[in-house]
């Protein structure tokens, strides 16, 4: 089964895995943070071993890696999406489909929490937000 089969597969099983939740969009100005909290949390993820920086090269995605490699860790809901999180042995890895909104709204991850992944603005580094797991 190949990497993109599999995330297509989890998408379609979201409602039978607990994850009916739709997240805010983390990316509007009016978003706020959810007060969902994990029934299981994760109790550590790997940390990052280089922040994805805005630039595009920096970019880690989820079909450069074997498939037996890679642990699904959660879902991010959006209305008409979901973004799958993924462990391998030493890192998360974010589905392609946030990376790219995150370099194209010039953000970049800088730490990946129990709860949240921490964003950074690449134009003024004292703005921050982040995403709710």
């Not at 979201?14 to 994760?42: H, W």
Request: charged share 15%; with cysteine; proline share 7%.
């Amino acid at each position: 089964m190949t990497k993109s089969c599999l995330t297509a597969l989890l998408l379609a099983c979201t409602c039978f895995v607990g994850a009916k939740e739709r997240f805010n969009d983390p990316f509007s100005p009016t978003s706020q943070p959810s007060n969902r909290q994990l029934a299981n949390p994760i109790a550590a993820e790997s940390p990052l071993s280089q922040a994805t920086g805005c630039d595009v090269n920096n970019l880690r995605l989820i079909d450069n890696l074997p498939l037996a490699q890679l642990n699904v860790i959660g879902l991010i809901h959006y209305a008409d999406h979901s973004v799958v999180l993924w462990t391998t042995p030493d890192e998360v890895i974010i589905d392609s489909r946030l990376n790219d909104v995150i370099s194209q709204d010039q953000w970049q991850i800088i730490a990946i929490e129990t709860q949240r992944i921490v964003l950074q603005h690449c134009q003024t580094p004292s703005l921050q937000r982040s995403i709710p797991l």
